[in-house]
């Protein structure tokens, strides 16, 4: 009987409900950055796979219903983006500038690097859209050759980074505007990044929220741009 539940979608989306839930009562009790939710989430179910024997393939079976469900997440952040759409709008150049800025650095720092260090070609284009939201960065690599489970790796460790440490990151560099903030965290950690912000001010939530999109359109233009000119 237990074999067969592990057999079915059940137990993946049971297991990630599960485990994100325990891991978001710890977030909420400690108040801890390091204890973010969806890295806590993560890490446990890891450990419990690796403990328990369980085949991977086992719980994806439950793991993509929740994949699914990411596409409407994201479009779900249109709601605060409307709410605060007359202060998004009056800050319209500077928000379109910080994306373009923010991708192009994120791209080039990332593969860059990888390229310096020797990495291989399918490498450093997996590294290339690590800062866009998964749909996104998964279908620019699956274009341009690189390797989508490593860069749905890289992604999820991305925003789980972002989210942790990108909040301090940006009051420790002198950076006090929720908006500033907003921008900064929503372009460098897509979703997970978003989360974070909409806990700590709301606009800057919600203009974190508007760079998901626009990073991702900018990111899906440069990175063949770039690996076609270099």
């Known amino acids: ?28 009790r400690s108040g801890f950055p390091l204890f ?8 446990a ?19 993509d219903y929740i994949l699914f469900l990411l596409g409407p997440a994201v479009v779900a952040l249109g709601v605060p983006l409307y709410v605060r759409r007359r202060e998004i709008l009056a800050r319209k150049i500077p928000i379109l500038a910080g994306i373009f800025a923010g991708a192009l650095t ?4 990332a593969s860059g690097l990888a390229w310096l260090l020797g990495a291989s ?17 998964i279908g620019i690599v699956e274009k341009i050759g690189g390797i989508p489970p490593l860069t749905a790796a890289l992604v999820v460790i991305t925003g789980c980074l972002g989210a942790i440490c990108g909040p301090e990151f940006c009051r420790l ?3 006090r505007d929720p908006a500033s903030m907003g921008l900064a965290v929503g372009t460098a950690a897509h979703g997970i990044g978003t ?30 741009l770039l690996f076609v000119l270099f």
């Not at 973010?36 to 890490?43: D, E, G, Q, S």
């Not at 179910?45 to 793991?63: H, K, S, W």
């Not at 994120?106 to 720092?109: G, N």
């Not at 290339?128 to 960065?137: F, L, N, Q, R, Y």
């Open 1 to 28: 009987m237990a074999a067969d539940l592990l057999q079915t979608p059940l137990f993946g989306v049971g297991l990630t409900l599960g485990s994100y839930f325990l891991a978001q009562k710890l977030y909420l």
């Open 36 to 43: 973010n939710p969806v890295a806590v989430a993560i890490v």
């Open 45 to 63: 179910i890891i450990v419990f796979l690796g403990a328990t024997g369980i085949p991977y393939r086992d719980y994806a079976a439950g793991g």
């Open 106 to 109: 994120s791209i080039l720092t």
């Open 121 to 137: 070609d399918k490498v450093v284009l997996s590294l290339a859209p690590k800062s866009v939201t998964a749909p996104i960065a």
């Open 173 to 175: 560099v002198g950076i």
């Open 195 to 224: 989360a974070r912000m909409l806990e700590v001010d709301r606009l800057g939530g919600a203009i974190a929220g508007l760079a998901i999109g626009l990073n991702g359109m900018v990111t899906a233009i440069l990175v063949p």
